[in-house]
């Protein structure tokens, strides 16, 4: 009995993952960037998450401004998120696509009048 336990267990992991292999090789990139690019990343990197530390900050300071105005959430998107997207969610060495992957489409385009 315990060895058609592990038999079913082994079984179920080998398809879970034979089946998972297709979404895995899709989420890689398909150019991928130099040595030198990789390399120069990780200073880079470092560099922005301080510069996403100093926009967070001058976010605090300009909320008072921006709620006024009503322009939190551009104010939001340049000074936190962009930063942080630039740090934390682009691949190792890749400078030119990484807004691309971000950007999300325009609702008002979705709307059409005829």
Known sequence: MNRAYFFKTITIACLFFALSVGNVSAALPEERPGAFAMVIDVPIRLLSLGLAMVGTAFFIVALPFALSSGSTGDAWD???????????????????????????SDPSELITFD
Request: aromatic share 18%; no cysteine.
């Open 78 to 104: 340049v000074l936190v998120a962009e930063p942080f997207q630039f740090t934390f969610t682009r691949s190792l060495g890749n400078f030119n696509e990484w807004k691309n992957h971000t950007e999300e």
